[in-house]
């Protein structure tokens, strides 16, 4: 009985351990840069979904063989011009929101950006 | 509805439908396709060859046309950096042809990035063509500035909305739709309801015996959502046509050739005269792929069409550039 008792102490204080040092985390911010980076590579963005605070500066670069076109889904609020390969594009979001956006020439590439 | 491949090949080269299904994966040899009354039999097409005793076979055509697709001039990386090259060996394999064809089709994607120096390169290749007068349909790649004005600005006379068209030739109709604009995330090809109110009006007095031919550059039928390679409204677009007993549907956007037959309709895409993309799921991308040099032009290529009035016959060769 005592050895449980024992190993169940080092599991809680492990747990407690991690549970400290881990910290909260939600929906993944890109790094901890304040200019966040979406990468266009084999036909996806990625990453898929960012989460950042109003005024960010997201930049979009083309990794791909083929041009791609960021447009949000509303075909309004922002949308780039064709990008070949490397080329960028930079959009300031600035109010708090969750926005779709899409490749206007590959639809069914997808992906939204969480703003906070 | 079932596929029809009837096999009345001599020497047993597996064109059964299994067989057919393995060499649409190849997307490269020359197989002759003749389509009687909505039914395909296939012939085998000595490799290369554009001439000869397989063409004999198709003596007797009232005329000929050519569809090429996917020039993607302006496009330069690993998987082709000369396509300007490669389109014009497309040309030379057009000249070479017995008799010259009526004209050409091409199923889109001209250029690479919409810009003028693309699409002027283009056309003075393809004025090369011995071939009369050349019809286009826009690709995605041709629309991408100024809502699609440099296309056209070059192509778009006579056309209506975005560019869609349509022409009679010797008895046959032909269809030229556009399916790459207004895309909606997540979406497919689209065709829109102006466009498809067009088509209705335009075959409305149409005998139903007249052959009809549509060429649009995104499949009009789902080839591989996944990837895109679709269109999310053609179904109405067929539905116009389901009374005529011959629709041939000819695409291009997806570098391989693809077949299929649905009552009296048959669907061809063609291969490009730039890259090659990989076959359905496959890859993790439909992006371009890359193939051996030496490879490269066996697996990029044109197709001829040769159309026999009174059998609505429609027989389609798909020629490799090696």
């Known amino acids: 009985m005592p050895k449980i008792k024992w190993i169940l102490g080092l599991a809680a204080i492990a747990v407690a351990a991690f549970a400290l040092t881990s910290g909260t985390r939600a929906i993944p911010a890109v790094g901890a840069s304040d200019k966040p980076e979406i990468k266009i590579d084999n036909f996806s963005f990625g990453p898929a979904t960012i989460t950042v605070p109003a005024g960010t500066t997201v930049t979009w670069t083309n990794n791909d063989d083929v041009p791609h076109v960021v447009t949000s889904d509303d075909n309004k609020m922002f949308k780039s011009k064709a990008l070949d390969t490397d080329d960028h594009f930079s959009f300031t979001f600035t109010k708090p929101g969750t926005y779709k956006y899409y490749c206007a020439i590959h639809p069914k590439m997808t992906a939204k950006i969480v703003v906070q | ?322």
């Open chain 2, 1 to 322: 509805m079932a596929d029809f491949i009837r096999d009345n090949s001599k020497n047993k080269d597996g064109v059964d439908r299994r067989g057919f299904l393995q060499c649409m994966a190849w997307a490269g040899t020359g197989v002759l396709y003749s389509l009687h009354g909505g039914i395909l039999k296939s012939l085998p097409l000595a490799q290369g060859a554009m001439g000869g005793t397989d063409m004999a076979k198709m003596k007797g055509a009232d005329f000929s046309f050519i569809q090429i697709s996917d020039s993607h001039i302006g496009f330069n990386k690993e998987a082709n950096p000369d396509v300007t090259a490669t389109l014009q060996i497309a040309v030379d394999r057009i000249n070479s042809a017995e008799a010259p064809p009526d004209f050409l089709l091409h199923t889109g994607d001209i250029s690479q990035l919409s810009k003028p120096s693309e699409f002027d390169t283009a056309q003075e290749v393809l004025k090369g063509a011995k071939a009369g007068k050349i019809f286009y349909v826009p690709g995605e790649h041709d629309v991408l500035t100024d809502d699609g004005k440099q296309y056209l600005d070059r192509f778009g006379k006579d056309t209506k909305g975005k560019g869609w068209y349509s022409f009679d030739h010797k008895g046959a109709h032909f269809i030229g739709l556009v399916n790459v604009v207004d895309l909606k995330a997540g979406g497919l090809g689209s065709l829109g309801a102006d466009q498809l109110k067009w088509l209705e009006d335009d075959v409305r007095n149409l005998k139903s015996s007249t052959p009809v031919i549509v060429f649009a550059h995104i499949p009009l039928w789902t080839v591989y959502p996944e990837w895109g390679w679709g269109t999310d409204d053609s179904q109405q677009a067929l539905g116009h046509l389901k009374r005529f007993g011959s629709v041939s549907v000819l695409n291009g956007h997806i570098h391989q050739i693809m077949q299929k037959v649905e009552g009296n309709v048959s669907f061809h895409t063609a291969l490009s005269t730039a890259f090659p993309q990989p076959a359905p799921g496959t890859a993790s991308s439909p992006g371009p792929m890359k193939v051996p040099a030496d490879k490269l032009r066996s697996v990029l290529g044109i197709t001829q069409v040769n159309y026999v009035q009174g059998n609505h016959s429609l027989a389609l060769v798909d020629s490799p550039l090696a």
